[in-house]
């Protein structure tokens, strides 16, 4: 079996489409199709079917050949590095995804200084309110705020951290009867939004008439001086605009989890990056 056809089952399945897939590999639709169909004749099943909606999408001998594909990928990839020296450079893109609030108040304003240590590494910051998919080569690394519940056995995953909160209002202004500044109801599964929703109702300040979707929102909204909320401490102390409130004081945590393919650990810009990464949050 040819595996340069393999590739182009991994790029469908990561892309989710056959145009989508000719886009990453650089080709035309018609070259991933012709290559797809040598592929399923070389393993002797479909690999594809077309659904009720008509969309194209893997059969289970589609899936197996995914895994073993990923599978195969992972130990060229080694041996590659291995062979040519290149995982022992500290050169080469890293791609990484997180939420816009710790791409914006936590990497960015530090990144300068990586970039002075490692000048060989060109960081991509994605800001993603989604979890990009590691399983789908989206990204290199994610950082996500809390345990993750996705990845398999290519993807590693560790905590580098627990980000603890505290209640934050606007620099010189008399937070006592601020409005609370909550969540947009679709982000109400945010630990901070339940906290508040629990938490707050025998305050004397009632609810700010604005509800951000995001912690970005939060921040702007709390130093626009419109309200007070509940914000991680350590994205907080980097906005001069906000001061901490002694009350009150909620005893609410994060996790947040470093992300990244298992086959690009040992990579000397991988390592970098991933160090990095883990002394900002410590």
Not at 141 to 156: C, F, H, S, W
Not at 212 to 219: A, H, N, R, T, Y
């Amino acid at each position: 079996m040819n595996w340069e056809n393999l590739k182009y089952l991994l790029a469908f399945y990561r892309t989710g489409s056959l145009s989508a897939a000719a886009d990453r590999l650089g080709v035309d639709p018609t070259t991933v199709s012709r290559r797809l169909a040598v592929l399923q004749s070389e393993i002797g099943a479909q690999l594809l079917e077309r659904s009720a909606s008509g969309s194209l999408e893997l059969t289970s001998a589609g899936q197996k050949s995914v895994t073993y594909g990923e599978t195969l990928e992972t130990s060229l990839n080694t041996l590659t590095s291995e062979l040519t020296g290149a995982g022992l450079a500290e050169e080469g893109m890293v791609r990484i995804s997180s939420v816009p609030v710790v791409n914006s108040k936590i990497l960015m304003p530090r990144v300068s200084g990586f970039c002075r240590r490692h000048p060989g590494i060109e960081l991509h910051l994605a800001s993603e309110i989604r979890n990009v998919s590691l399983t789908r080569r989206e990204t290199d690394m994610a950082i996500r705020l809390g345990r993750p519940r996705d990845g398999g056995q290519n993807v590693t995953a560790r905590r580098i951290a627990v980000l603890e909160h505290a209640a934050y209002g606007p620099v010189g202004a008399s937070t006592e009867d601020l409005s609370w500044i909550t969540y947009h109801e679709n982000m109400s599964f945010l630990p901070q939004a339940r906290w508040m929703a629990d938490n707050l109702r025998a305050e004397r300040a009632g609810i700010a008439k604005i509800r951000p979707s995001d912690l970005e929102g939060v921040i702007e909204a709390v130093a626009a001086g419109i309200g007070r909320s509940i914000i991680p401490k350590m994205i907080a102390r980097t906005d001069p605009r906000l001061q901490i409130l002694e009350e009150p004081r909620p005893d609410l945590q994060r996790e947040v989890w470093l992300m990244q393919h298992a086959d690009q650990a040992g990579l000397a810009r991988m390592l970098a990056v991933s160090q990095w990464i883990e002394e900002i949050f410590s």
